[in-house]
């Protein structure tokens, strides 16, 4: 049977993601849900992408994202279906799925149909028409019998890293719950240009760092001293394959976001030279 997960921006708190379980419950007794996150800031498209895009593909192929960020009804916005990379997506039409599937072109998209033909069916979007959509597909049922293809979703992008000459130019583009720097820096722009010219400085307001580590232990040389790197500033590729910075053993608290000041859409360098 095939998995429904959950993200929302609703938080905890509240009663809507027990809702949203409850209404999966009440309709499919035996359905598999899990969760990803409910503690997106609210309507933040990109944080949403971010998690999403890092998560749903661990999860198995036919698995369903139901996805309620910046999703309450209106009767002039779509919700809508994608079928892609082997999985279903279900969000409002806001942009969202476009940024989550930036690089991977959809099989299929479709509007949502049931269940809104009429504004007073509809009264929260993600149990009136995301779950019973999610249901439907769980239990086998066909895109086709719940939505109309649809052509025209709204498409949104994340800001690209660029280069010129000797520089390479991002922007911060995700901040962790480590506090870790997540830049939209990618690491085959970095390799191109380290072919070029080897030597490189990584700059970020009026500090720099001139290494790149393996990984968020890279920067640990002698395991046995271990704790004498704690704190220590760190520059890594991620998972994602995103230059990323970071303080080995930090937090949210003492994290590179608080040492280093920087917040979303802060600007980042990659100055190369010559060895």
Not at 99 to 123: C, G, M, S
Request: proline fraction near 3%.
């Amino acid at each position: 049977m095939p998995v429904i997960t959950l993200t929302s921006d609703f938080g905890i708190t509240d009663h809507r993601v027990a809702a949203i379980k409850g209404k999966i419950l009440a309709m499919k007794p035996d359905a598999k849900i899990c969760d990803i996150s409910h503690e997106i800031t609210a309507y933040n498209l990109q944080q949403t992408a971010y998690i999403v895009r890092n998560a749903y593909q661990y999860f198995p192929k036919g698995s369903i994202h139901l996805i309620s960020v910046d999703s309450f009804y209106h009767k002039d916005r779509k919700n809508i279906l994608y079928k892609a990379d082997g999985h279903y997506f279900i969000a409002a039409d806001n942009g969202l799925l476009s940024l989550i599937l930036h690089d991977i072109k959809p099989d299929a998209v479709y509007e949502i149909t049931y269940n809104t033909r009429f504004d007073d069916i509809v009264n929260f979007t993600s149990t009136d028409v995301f779950v019973p959509a999610a249901v439907h597909l769980q239990n086998g049922g066909l895109p086709e019998i719940i939505g109309r293809k649809f052509k025209s979703p709204k498409q949104l992008s994340f800001p690209k890293a660029g280069s010129t000459d000797n520089l390479i130019f991002g922007e911060v583009l995700y901040i962790d719950n480590f506090g870790n720097i997540i830049s939209n820096i990618g690491k085959s722009l970095f390799e191109e240009n380290e072919k070029i010219y080897g030597s490189f400085i990584i700059k970020f307001r009026n500090l720099a760092l001139t290494k790149i580590h393996s990984g968020y232990t890279g920067i640990v040389s002698n395991w046995k001293n271990e704790t004498e790197f704690h704190g220590k500033s760190a520059a890594i590729f991620n998972d994602s394959g995103l230059l990323e910075l970071t303080i080995y053993k930090g937090n949210i608290d003492n994290g590179a976001r608080s040492l280093f000041g920087l917040k979303v859409g802060e600007k980042i360098y990659i100055e190369f030279s010559k060895d």
